[in-house]
C-alpha cells in the first residue's frame, strides 16, 4: 500500500507573506500563538524539542524525508502554487528537485485556489490577496514547462507511464478540459504515455456541473469529503464562474459563512463515516486523516475534530487498508496531511506524542506485511 501525505511548504520567510501578514511570517506564526478555546482543546500544538523547522534549510528536508521512509511512508504530494508565472513557496520542491540523493518519492497538488486574507478579516469581509486567471492559454504551456523537470525526475511518481498530476479545485477552470488536453499532448511529447490526472477537495468531489471525464481519478479528501456541507453545494458550484463575476462587478471580496464559535465534531464518528461509505466512483483514491483543528488560523470560526490519538489512528487506518485492498481500485491512500500544524492534520512528531502517528502508519503496514 502507498502512503502519501500531503506536504504544506509554508514553513519559510517569502516577500509576500511579510507584506501581507507581517514581518517574518510562517506557518509556525499561527501555530505558536494559538490557545485553548474550551475545557480539553489540544492547544498550542507544539513539534518535538521545539523543532520549529525552515523549510529553506536543506537538512530540514533531508530529516522529513529520513524520517518519512523509515516509517513507511512511500512519498509526499507537495503543495504547489501557480498564479499565471507567479510562484509562491516554491523552495521546498525545487531544492528537492536540486539534491536527487534525497531517497523520497513524490508527486504535485496544483492548489489553485486564491489566497485571501481570512486569517485575520471578519468573516464575510475576506479581500483577494493572490489570484488566477485560468483563461490565459498561453499560461497553460508556461506552467506544464514549468512541471516537466519534476515529471522527467525518476523520483516523481508515475503510474503506467503517466505522472501523476493533482489539481486541488479543477471545477473552478473554466477551459479545463482544453487545457488538460494540451498538458497531456505535451507529455506525449515529451515521451511519457500522458499525464493522470487527480482532484482533491471536497469541493472538487461534492459538487456538480463539471466535466470528470479527463480525470483518471479522484481523491475522497478527508475529513471534508465525510463531512462537506450539503447546504453550500449550490453556492460552491457557482465559484466556477467567479472569476468573471468578480472582475464584472469589481468584487475583492470572498464568500464566507459567518459563524460565532468553535464548531466541535467527533473523531471517532467521522473515521466511521469514512469505513462505512461505499468508494464514491470506480476511480476513487481513499484518504486519511490523522486529526483536524483549524482554530490557530481561524480562531473561533475554525473548527475542531475532538478525540483524535495515535492509538485510535492506528485502529482505523489499519481498517482504511484493509477496505481499500478489498473494495477500491487502488493502491494508494493519501492522508491529511505530513504537516498541516495550524490545520491539526500533522505526522511530524509532536511533544504529546511523540512519533506516536507515524509509528502508527508504520505498525500497520507491518501487519499487513506490506512494508518493505
Known sequence: MKVIPVYLPQFHRIPENDEWWGEGFTEWTNVKGAEPLFEGHNQPRVPLNNNYYDLSDLDTLKWQ??????????????YHYWFNGKLLLEKPMEMLLAHPEIDVNYCISWANHDWNDGWKSSPGNEKILITHDFDKEDDWVK?????????????????????????????????????????????IDQGFKGLKFLY????????????RSLFDYGIEFEPGYSNY????LLSLNLMKYSHKIKKLLGIKSSLKIAQKEVAVKNYDTTWQQILDKKPSSKNAIPSAFVDWDNTPRKQQAGSVYEGAT???FKKFFKQLVKKTKEEYKTDKIFVFAWNEWAEGGYLEPDE??????LEAIRDVLEEIKQFK
Open 143 to 187: 506552467h506544464f514547462n514549468y512541471l516537466l523537470p519534476f515529471f522527467k525526475d525518476s523520483r516523481y511518481i508515475q503510474e503506467d507511464g503517466k505522472p501523476l498530476m493533482t489539481i486541488y479545485s479543477p471545477n473552478v477552470i473554466g477551459k479545463l478540459n482544453k487545457m488538460l488536453v494540451l498538458w497531456n499532448k505535451m507529455a
Open 310 to 312: 495515535p492509538k485510535k
Open 65 to 78: 524525508c529520513k524520517i518519512a521512509k523509515n516509517h513507511g511512508i512511500y512519498g509526499f504530494c507537495f
Open 229 to 232: 456541507k450539503k447546504s453550500l
Open 200 to 211: 482533491q477537495s471536497a469541493m472538487a468531489s461534492r459538487s456538480k456541473g463539471w466535466d
Open 352 to 357: 504529546k506524542y511523540g512519533y506516536g502517528y
